[in-house]
């Protein structure tokens, strides 16, 4: 008879496992098995708790973006003007946390795999509009094309990643630097 409470223990262990797993491979190309024995459980167990490898894929990324709304929220709620909210969200985006090897490599493999998965290109999809829709919000009053703006913040924000994906030396700090300073020459009045 299975311990009552395990069920959320090893769903967890499986998501972290497969965030390891696909950033030590830089890709999905990994087994259930593989993502299994580091959990530390059989794959019979795994495809039960998940299905397959894409479900415990998608369930790795809706962590990851998880905790990258909870990083989102935490700063926002310390933002005191629109400058400082927009300043929040890039701030977020390239947290220790959110900007682990590991996590960029899952990033990137969620944008490899979104052309020909619908489950997960409606998940990139749902991350890309909140981005973009936080920032226009938070550009508004201080930016002459808020969404015009935001849309540029979030595609440097997109090819940050993908810089710090194809490079050992990639620095939270320096993308965070970048970013921001992208920010204050957006809001810049060039009239």
């Known amino acids: 008879?299975?311990?009552?409470?395990?069920?959320?223990?090893?769903?967890?262990?499986?998501?972290?496992?497969?965030?390891?797993?696909?950033?030590?491979?830089?890709?999905?190309?990994?087994?259930?098995?593989?993502?299994?024995?580091?959990?530390?459980?059989s794959t019979a167990l795994a495809h039960h708790y998940f299905g397959?490898?894409?479900?415990?894929?998608?369930?790795?990324?809706?962590?990851?973006?998880?905790?990258?709304?909870?990083?989102v929220r935490a700063r926002l709620s310390e933002a005191r003007s629109p400058r400082d909210r927009a300043?929040?969200?890039?701030?977020?985006?390239f947290d220790e946390t959110c900007f682990a090897p590991a996590t960029i490599n899952?990033?990137?493999?969620?944008?490899?795999?979104?052309?020909?998965?619908?489950?997960?290109?409606?998940?990139?999809?749902?991350?890309?509009?909140?981005?973009r829709s936080n920032l226009t919000h938070a550009l508004r009053g201080i930016s002459a094309s808020p969404a015009v703006d935001a849309e540029t913040l979030a595609a440097?924000?997109?090819?940050?990643?993908?810089?710090?994906?194809?490079s050992e030396k990639a620095s939270a700090n320096a993308a965070r630097v970048s970013a921001l300073s992208t920010l204050d020459l957006l809001l810049k009045d060039p009239a």
């Open 52 to 71: 397959g490898k894409d479900q415990i894929f998608l369930a790795a990324m809706r962590h990851i973006l998880n905790e990258y709304g909870a990083e």
């Open 87 to 93: 300043a929040a969200i890039i701030i977020a985006s």
């Open 106 to 131: 899952a990033w990137m493999t969620l944008y490899a795999a979104a052309p020909n998965n619908a489950d997960t290109k409606r998940l990139l999809v749902l991350y890309q509009n909140r981005l």
């Open 156 to 166: 440097l924000i997109d090819g940050l990643y993908l810089r710090a994906a194809l």
């Open 1 to 41: 008879m299975p311990k009552l409470g395990m069920e959320p223990i090893r769903r967890s262990a499986l998501v972290q496992a497969t965030i390891a797993e696909i950033g030590e491979a830089h890709s999905l190309d990994v087994t259930v098995g593989q993502i299994a024995k580091r959990a530390g459980m």
